[in-house]
């Protein structure tokens, strides 16, 4: 049987008999009704209302974050966490080439300047060891900070991204960015619920970021947060998003020229709801990256792309790995799933592969070119359940995680 015709009737094996099946719809089974009919009854649907605290609440109790600030969506929050550690125009922002393009357009926002570097071939998240070894080519000592050698700017931070909820080895990347003092900014967009050793994904930057948009695994709708340790950061973040306006009991003044990046109170009253559900969604989720891994890894010439050791991942995105780094076959196995009614996609066209990235900074990326013509994307939304009988039991739970923060204990 050739791969894709294993795949298709793999799929349908494993997943239930909805066709289409979207890549990754959202699932709305909680609370969600009830707590937007508060806010059209309360007619608090805008800044205040108190959804938004407790969504912030919830997250930083969550994640384990000293605090969360909630923001319009991640690119918004990423675009504010770059300016919190002091990214300025034409600096120089070091960050994967194989990511979501809401990873490089915050840096451009801010009027700095993408720096693409290669992933790892087993993480596909930013490579420590590359990254270490252009910073040793690169990087030149001037004034307090480094600048990039080839183009006088300075290298300002590094974003590191936890590939389809993956967490990345974030420890080892501030490690490499440590003697060249650039801070780490996590944009864990994808990562809501995933752990490594028991730390939840965005801590160990100085700032991480989340987002909330309608493909993630918890919605609100549209919606974003910066998660930070350092309180005067998060302060400095939550007055930055509310137009710089100075608390006073009457007068109307800004003392910054901020934005209006606060999340609404009824996309916060989403959040709530959906953050309810979270436990559940990942238990379902890794249910079915398990299906998926049984199912795929008896195949020669493909391979189901596992959480790193010691990860617990949210499997946000499930994704398979041919083994021939060959476009042609990839497209033949989208073309066929598609064809069954499973919107299966490729990874992202490599950022440094798009006219508008074309010309920034690079290092050699082999592994991102490679890696982008051998992923494909499976169906992998929180709705999904993995048909019964499909998967055997076996044990998913990471030792270093509790089965709670894991999703996997019971749901109330
Ligand atoms: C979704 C996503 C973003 C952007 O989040 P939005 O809320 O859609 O603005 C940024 N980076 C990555 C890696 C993402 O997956």
Not at 22 to 32: I, K, Q, W, Y
Not at 121 to 142: D, K, Q, S, V
Not at 175 to 203: K, M
Not at 274 to 296: G, I, S, V
Request: proline share 8%; net charge negative; glycine share 10%.
């Amino acid at each position: 049987m050739d791969i894709a015709e294993f795949i298709v009737r793999e799929l349908q094996r494993i997943l239930p008999p909805d066709r289409p099946l979207p890549l990754h719809e959202p699932s709305f089974e909680g609370r969600e009704w009830a707590y937007l009919k508060d806010c059209l009854d309360t007619g608090y649907v805008s800044y205040l209302g108190g959804f938004v605290d407790r969504f912030e609440g919830m997250l930083a109790d969550y994640t384990g974050a000293r605090r969360a600030v909630a923001v319009v969506n991640g690119t918004a929050a990423l675009q504010v966490a770059l300016r919190l550690v002091g990214v300025e125009r034409d600096e120089e922002v070091l960050l994967p080439a194989l990511t979501f393009i809401g990873t490089a357009n915050p840096v451009v926002h801010l009027g700095a300047v993408p720096h693409f570097l290669d992933v790892d071939p087993e993480t596909l998240c930013l490579c420590p060891e590359r990254l270490a070894t252009h910073l040793a080519m690169i990087a030149e000592p001037r004034g307090d900070g480094f600048v990039n050698r080839k183009t006088g700017r300075r290298l300002a931070a590094c974003v590191g991204m936890h590939i389809f909820g993956h967490p990345a080895d974030t420890a080892a990347l501030n490690l490499a960015l440590r003697p060249y003092g650039i801070p780490l900014v996590e944009d864990a967009a994808e990562a809501l619920g995933s752990f490594r050793q028991g730390r939840h994904a965005g801590l160990d930057g100085r700032v991480g970021i989340l987002s909330f948009n309608g493909n993630k695994i918890v919605t609100c709708g549209g919606g974003g947060a910066i998660l930070t340790s350092e309180e005067s950061l998060a302060d400095l973040a939550r007055h930055l998003t509310t137009t710089a306006k100075t608390p006073h009991p009457w007068g109307f003044s800004h003392d910054m020229i901020g934005y209006n990046y606060r999340l609404p109170n009824v996309n916060a009253a989403l959040g709530c709801a959906q953050m309810e559900l979270l436990p559940e969604f990942l238990r379902r989720k890794r249910a079915l990256a398990e299906a998926y891994d049984q199912a795929f890894s008896a195949m020669d010439g493909l391979r189901f792309f596992r959480e790193p050791p010691g990860c617990a991942s949210n499997y946000w995105l499930c994704a398979l790995l041919l083994d021939r780094p060959d476009p042609g076959l990839r497209d033949a196995v989208l073309a066929r799933t598609r064809e069954a009614g499973f919107l299966t996609r490729p990874v992202w066209t490599p950022l440094h592969q798009l006219p508008v990235y074309a010309g920034c900074p690079r290092a050699a990326l082999p592994v991102t070119d490679d890696a982008a013509s051998r992923i494909v994307n499976l169906p992998s939304g929180p709705r999904i359940r993995v048909k019964t009988g499909a998967v055997a039991v076996r044990a998913t739970t990471c030792p270093d995680v509790s089965p709670e923060q894991a999703g996997l204990g019971e749901h109330p």
